[in-house]
């Protein structure tokens, strides 16, 4: 640091000195950063100002050719688009856009986290955009504008470059990290964001905005208003009547002009200074800006003319740019770029006890009913898209089921927001973002049930059909029926739990035959009993089950006899933190693959046995937590954003009782966590299930754990702190939104270290020595790190209050009171077994089986003898990660399309519901196993047959938009050159595509259906 402070005068004297004749060029960029959420919810942001930004930015555009804007969020102008937008409005866009000086940018939904979102609903939301944009413009963002998310991670460079973006930009660095990067002029670089993709088909051009970031200067010396914002502040809850806002700037006048022009010229200089070509980004706006257009470029106009007139005087040129001006300027300068690999810019500090680690885990509920919103909209998609193939004249009405999946992608793709997932909103937006999910969940349910219940003819209106299915007080009550529905494009056999209210429970399959089952009392419940079935299901395979339920025990050697039931043996409450002696009394629980020790004396996991390995090591898990300042003038606090550890964590817990309830098919081991030793209720509590070894029965390699915590203490942030003996040197390794592991060593900081050293964890997380691999997989995002060697602690949960005035003018405390109920899947295995249990395993957890009851079919015979569906299984390496009917109604032909656009004729009159969008994505880094990390050939017709007849395939881009072989992106001089001269065209005649590790390819697929 010190280093720097030396060598900065020298480093801006030379730069200036080599460019002194030329004047510097200065892109000014306006835009208007819109949250889709936040503090606001959308309904009152497009009231307060976001349609106002679009109706005033076209007009303003059309009144004066050198005006520019650049749209990012794509919610928010879709909503103006289909809602507030005039006539003349829409052809006013229309013609900007042909003229490149309305520009989209990024052109997702939002500008997502990049964080705490997973590489599914980062594409999903990133598609959602692009089509509506590609259909109803012909235009593909190929620029990025990543702003404001807090960190960026090397996953989304990586999609960008897939989606056929050009560069990429981006802003919310560590603030030491940009201050030594801006000095030494090294904010702009090439970005390899994979370790495994080739570099041509990866690397994008990356830039980090300087200090500024992406607000102009706000302070202007001779202004006691807003700086360039000559429209002032956004108003809620109403827009004002007479049209002034506060903080209004002063306007530019003859008595104004030339202080204004001086600082826009210095501060143009200044940055100037930090970039290694003539180019300077100046981007004008800030949060809610242009709602009033034309009193912004009325000011801005005569100011830029001022600074061009006299440019001999300031040194500076200004124009009005799209990003894509600005980066196609930087393109030409034919620099010779730094190479960056795969590492990311997480986690965040804008400031050394300003660690924005706590959002990771701020705000859990939400995050876990997005990942089930998500993995509840994959299976849907997959079910309609094959069932639009087997039954194209089926009896689900087709545009029925697409709009309640649209409703469900539009609300998935919304909450992906960086103050959205991240639990750094207001309390009602959190609510707004959870009602829209939970909304459109429940009509994608409503097409599940359709679709389930076919190949039946003649059932009536999906309507009728659900409420049927809702019915009840049916007569059938000591029956029902489930289908249990495999979304993933393998085979599996796991256990699927389904809660009745009955203490014994038979289940058959659909030939009839008893199935493998176990019940017992709930954990959590009096009332309710788990019943945990064995299936085994094929690729996109659905079966249907028969529950028979009863009041009576089961007699030995009767059909029932499949199920086993259940007891649990209860454990004297003990008091782990009193210095006791351990390990004297064990009880082991075993199967093939472990054998975990839970010691008598503390009612906790002493240890856990690798049984293939023969490796024992010492395992204890305990719920911690820090204890969380909220007075702003007591010290550094935490907040929705940031985690401040101002001590360290303490045990939460005094007290433990402990219910083994052994079994056939899962023995569940039941923890209860007192915070004091007298209390009657538990705080926390831990459910582990050890799936037990039988013939037929599921792999042994996953435990499971459910945690329930809630409601916590004000000011506390509970972890679940996982202690082993394993020799880690606090090297943690955590996932990239699923995409990709990174390796987190501990960094040594000398000021608040532990809050620094927290990662994300959208998916996985693993600690290691030379022999063993300790694996926690998750189904939503948390906080995660290594505060000791052996150790992983996973911040679980956050409640907190404080005094901050801006944190309580805006609601932003998080006085989370929610009960939550995570879930982890953990295995522990050897280096070179593991990466095949962790990397499927996290695409299993992500995607579980759909269990949906039905009612007794009333034509059950027609049923029973529906042809099964046949499997679609993809070799283990592969996933089918997307397998979906978008709906878009354009032509994948470019020309045709955009001649079609242009005729005015408008597109085809209903979407296209035969193109199905088929991703495949190899799970696999290379060389990180010997056989799953080659490449992969499959034959698409073959690996599709279940589905149907595949008769064309198109390779596309990530989001679809392209046809892949005319990506054409820029390509950018390294100072570490290109190995690899990439892939074009691997797609072969005969339905051939070889796939590398970690490649994602995208198709179109037409089936040959009988309507054809
Ligand atoms: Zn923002």
């Known amino acids: 640091m010190q280093i720097w402070a030396f060598l900065t005068p020298f480093l801006v004297y030379s730069c200036s000195c080599s460019r002194a004749d030329e004047p510097i060029r200065a892109f000014v960029v306006p835009h208007s950063h819109m949250d889709v959420g936040w503090v606001y919810t959308i309904q009152e942001s497009m009231h307060a100002y976001a349609a ?38 829409k052809k006013q866009v229309r013609q900007l856009v042909k003229e490149g000086r309305l520009e989209f940018l990024i052109g997702g939904q939002v500008m997502h986290d990049e964080a705490v979102t997973d590489l599914d609903d980062q594409i999903l939301q990133l598609t959602e955009g692009h089509g509506f944009l590609y259909e109803t413009f012909g235009v593909r963002p190929r620029f990025s504008w990543h702003v404001d998310p807090f960190g960026a991670s090397a996953t989304t460079p990586v999609l960008f470059a897939l989606a056929g973006f050009h560069a990429h930009l981006i802003s919310r660095v560590d603030y030491d990290l940009k201050d030594r990067l801006q000095k030494d002029k090294r904010l702009q670089f090439v970005w390899r964001g994979s370790p495994s993709l080739g570099e041509q088909q990866q690397e994008i051009f990356t830039h980090i905005m300087d200090q500024f970031s992406y607000c102009s200067p706000s302070h202007l010396a001779f202004s006691n208003s807003s700086g360039f914002y000559w429209n002032g502040v956004a108003l809620f809850p109403d827009p004002p009547q007479d049209g002034i806002y506060p903080n209004m ?85 034919e620099l010779s770029w730094d190479v960056r690999g795969s590492e990311d810019f ?63 992608r539009w609300a998935v793709s919304e909450v992906q927001h960086h103050d959205g997932i991240t639990g750094t909103e207001s309390p009602k937006v959190a609510e707004m973002y959870a009602q829209h999910l939970r909304q459109a969940a429940m009509g994608v349910e409503e097409v599940v049930a359709a679709l389930f219940l076919l190949p039946h003819h003649g059932l009536g209106l999906p309507q009728h059909l659900v409420s049927d299915l809702h019915r009840e007080g049916s007569n059938e009550a000591m029956e029902q029926h489930v289908i249990v529905y495999n979304p993933l494009a393998w085979n599996i056999t796991t256990i699927v739990n389904v809660t009745v209210t009955f203490p014994m429970a038979t289940v058959f399959d659909d030939d009839g035959q008893p199935v493998a089952a176990q019940i017992q009392r709930s954990a959590h419940s009096n009332v309710t009993y ?66 975990l020790m839970f010691d008598q ?55 433990v009782q402990m219910e083994i309830v052994p079994g056939k098919v899962v023995t569940e081991i039941r923890q209860y966590f007192y915070r004091e030793e007298g209390d009657a209720d538990y705080a926390f509590s831990i459910t582990t299930r050890v799936p037990q070894s039988f013939a037929g029965g599921p792999p042994c390699h996953t435990l499971e754990q459910r945690y329930s915590l809630g409601p916590l203490q004000l000011n506390t942030e509970v972890v679940l702190r996982t202690t082993t003996d394993l020799q880690t040197d606090r090297t943690i390794f955590t996932d990239a939104n699923g995409y990709q592991m990174m390796k987190r060593e501990h960094r ?217 072989n005319t990506l054409d992106r820029w390509k950018w001089n390294t100072h570490a050159g290109m190995k690899d001269e990439g892939r074009h065209g691997c797609l072969t005649q005969a339905f051939n595509v070889t796939i590398s590790p970690k490649e994602i390819r995208t198709f179109f697929i037409h089936f040959r259906t009988t309507q054809l």
């Open 52 to 89: 106002n930004v679009y109706s005033s930015v076209t007009e303003e555009l059309s009144r004066d050719k050198h005006r520019r804007f650049i749209a990012v969020e794509q919610e928010f102008f879709r909503l103006w688009w289909d809602t507030a937008a005039k006539g003349s409005h």
């Open 748 to 964: 040594d900081i000398p000021d608040n270290t532990v809050a620094r050293n927290f990662y994300p964890m959208v998916r996985a997380a693993y600690i290691q020595d030379d022999r063993s691999r300790l694996v926690l997989l998750s189904e939503r995002a948390h906080g995660v790190s290594s505060q000791a060697s052996g150790q992983l602690e996973v911040m679980l949960h956050r409640r907190l209050w404080n005094n901050l005035p801006w944190n309580r003018g805006y609601n932003l405390t998080l006085n989370d009171s929610s009960v939550i109920q995570p879930a982890l899947w953990i295995t522990m295995s050897s280096l070179s077994a593991s990466s095949r249990l962790h990397q499927r395993g996290a695409v299993e957890l992500q995607n579980r089986p759909l269990v949906m009851p039905i009612d007794q079919p009333r034509r059950e015979k027609e049923l029973r003898a529906a042809v099964p569906v046949r499997p679609v299984v993809l070799p283990p390496n592969l996933h089918l990660l997307s397998f979906s009917i978008p709906g878009w109604n354009y032509s994948s032909q470019h020309d045709r399309h955009l001649l079609h656009l242009d005729s005015g004729r408008g597109l085809r009159p209903e979407p296209d519901y035969d193109r199905v969008l088929v991703r495949i994505m190899h799970l696999f880094e290379e060389g990180e196993d010997p056989e799953f990390s080659k490449p992969v050939s499959i034959d698409l017709k073959e690996v599709l047959s279940g589905v149907g007849e595949v008769g064309a395939v198109e390779e596309r881009s990530l989001t679809g938009t392209w046809d892949v």
């Open 249 to 333: 700037s002063l306007p530019v006048t003859k008595e104004t002009v030339h202080a204004y022009a001086q600082t826009m010229a210095e501060n143009i200089k200044q940055r100037g200074a930090w970039f290694r070509s003539n180019h300077v980004l100046w981007p004008w706006g800030c949060d809610k800006q242009f709602y009033n257009a034309s009193v912004q470029f009325k000011n801005m106009d005569p100011l830029l003319d001022y600074i061009n007139q006299n440019t001999k005087e300031f040194g500076v040129t200004v124009e009005y740019a799209t990003l894509s001006e600005y980066f196609q300027a930087v393109h030409q300068s």
């Open 601 to 655: 004396d503390t009612n906790l996991l002493h240890s856990i046995t690798d049984r293939a390995e023969k490796r024992t090591v010492r395992m204890r898990q305990e719920f911690w937590e820090y204890r969380a300042n909220g007075d702003v003038k007591a010290g550094p606090i935490s907040d929705n954003y940031i985690f401040t550890a101002i001590e360290p964590a303490v045990r939460a817990h005094r007290a």
């Open 346 to 408: 997480l986690p965040y500090s804008t400031e050394s006890f300003q660690a924005w680690t706590g959002f990771y885990a701020s705000r859990n509920a939400l995050k876990g009913l997005v990942r089930r919103a998500s993995s509840q909209l994959r299976a849907a998609e997959t079910l309609f898209a094959r069932y639009r193939v087997s039954f194209p004249d089926g009896p689900v009405a087709k545009d029925w089921a697409l709009a309640k999946l649209r409703a469900l």
């Open 530 to 595: 788990d019943l945990f079935v064995v299936v085994t299901l094929g690729g996109l395979q659905h079966r249907k089950y028969l529950i028979r339920l009863s009041k009576t025990a089961c007699r030995a050697k009767t059909s029932c006899s499949a199920t086993y039931t259940a007891e649990g043996v209860h454990f004297e409450r003990r008091y782990p933190g009193s210095g006791q002696k351990i390990g004297r009394r064990l009880l082991p629980v075993l199967n093939d693959c472990y054998k």
